[in-house]
């Protein structure tokens, strides 16, 4: 469905900008996908931070060209209040363009520099972000949610793209207050398509499971090499190649009582190059974004899922008292806990992903690789 916002490239359908530049990979124009899936997806994702910890910036997108649907969301979380701002619009012809609402990324320079906007809005929260990447990109080769596909007989759902960190510039306002973010100040940010990866909801899983993340993942980054999840990565220049793999880790986890929320964890990793590292991460307070309210699961109270939103352009959001227990409780799932991190020596701030509470029930079943911290 195109708009009437798409003025000409409406009737140069199913031309788009982007078909003038010489990039194409099949016969088809870019705007054409690959697959005929509903649940074919674009998404970027950015999380930032101050050197202390005290100012958390999550944010993120996705187009879904077979479904004529864009999305995207902001949090900003500072001293236990989580503020979200999501909008929602069709995604038209112009593919290019990556306003959605008053979230506004901007590609700089591809694989370098992007820059990260939320524009003043009726909740309170604004940002202006330049994020420079410093990590050596690495591509991920294509990742199936399983062996097979659901159900059987169907091609299985597959995620590639890839991730890095880098330094962060800029400012966030939050009411009446502008937040200079100073040096020292960091970030990571991935870019993965493919098909499925929880795309509209219960309805559209096929008889699988609702992919909403990992078991757990971790991004941390130290001055000569960082920590994405299932891989180690590099300095630009540095003088190993690509990116080193690790292996499942041995978690022992700490919780909230009540809420089931992690608040610390010893977690053992062993690398590809026989290398090992143990890990102590110590959350910072409230200082959580809690991504069901980027849509991961389905948004609170709404169950808005990524993908199933499928109105007239809209822009909403909410803000929460990280405080109060039942607040927590309610928003839990896959969750981006801020964290003071220590290992061989070196200290950071950075980030330990769970889905909340099923890592408490893992440790709770005994299942290999998840103990309670003791």
């Given at each position: 469905m195109l708009t009437i916002d798409d003025g000409y490239f409406a009737e140069q359908f199913p031309l788009s900008p982007l078909d003038d530049y010489p990039i194409h990979q099949t016969p088809d124009p870019v705007r054409v996908m690959w697959t005929g899936d509903p649940r074919a997806y674009e998404r970027y994702w950015m999380?930032?931070?101050?050197?202390a910890g005290e100012v958390l910036i999550a944010t993120g997108g996705s187009f879904y060209p077979n479904l004529d649907r864009a999305e995207a969301y902001a949090i900003v979380v500072r001293n236990g209040v989580h503020t979200t701002v999501r909008s929602f619009r069709r995604l038209g012809a112009d593919r290019a363009d990556?306003?959605?609402?008053?979230i506004v990324p901007v590609i700089v320079r591809g694989l370098r520099e992007w820059r990260y906007t939320l524009e003043p809005n009726e909740w309170g929260i604004a940002f202006?972000?330049?994020?420079q990447d410093t990590t050596r990109q690495v591509f991920r080769e294509p990742l199936s949610d399983s062996a097979r596909g659901t159900p059987p007989g169907r091609r299985s759902d597959v995620t590639v793209g890839f991730e890095g960190?880098?330094?962060?510039?800029?400012?966030?306002?939050?009411?009446?207050?502008t937040i200079t973010l100073p040096p020292g100040s960091a970030g990571t940010r991935d870019r993965h398509w493919g098909t499925g990866r929880g795309v509209g909801g219960p309805a559209m899983s096929?008889?699988?499971?609702?992919?909403?993340?990992?078991?757990?993942?971790?991004?941390?980054?130290?001055?000569?090499?960082?920590?994405?999840?299932?891989?180690?990565?590099?300095?630009f220049?540095?003088?190993?190649?690509?990116?080193?793999?690790?292996?499942?880790?041995?978690?022992?986890?700490?919780?909230?009582?009540?809420t089931h929320l992690f608040t610390e964890g010893i977690v053992d990793y062993r690398f590809g190059t026989g290398e090992t590292a143990?890990?102590?991460?110590?959350?910072?307070?409230?200082?959580?974004?809690?991504?069901?309210?980027?849509?991961?699961g389905g948004t609170p109270g709404s169950g808005v899922h990524q993908g199933a939103y499928d109105g007239p352009d809209h822009t909403e959001g909410e803000t929460y008292d990280l405080s109060d227990a039942a607040t927590r409780k309610q928003l839990r799932g896959l969750d981006e806990h801020l964290c003071r991190v220590s290992a061989e020596g070196e200290t950071a701030v950075g980030v330990y992903q769970t889905i909340d509470p099923v890592a408490y029930e893992a440790c709770v079943a005994g299942r290999p690789g998840w103990a309670f911290l003791t």
């Open positions: 999380i930032a931070h101050d050197p990556l306003r959605v609402g008053p202006e972000l330049s994020f960190f880098g330094t962060v510039s800029g400012h966030v306002k939050i009411g009446a207050e096929l008889g699988g499971r609702l992919h909403v993340g990992v078991s757990g993942n971790a991004f941390v980054a130290f001055p000569g090499w960082a920590l994405w999840g299932d891989r180690v990565f590099y300095p220049g540095h003088e190993r190649p690509g990116a080193t793999r690790v292996a499942k880790p041995v978690r022992r986890l700490r919780f909230e009582e009540g143990q890990f102590h991460y110590e959350r910072i307070g409230w200082q959580t974004a809690f991504l069901r309210c980027g849509m991961y």
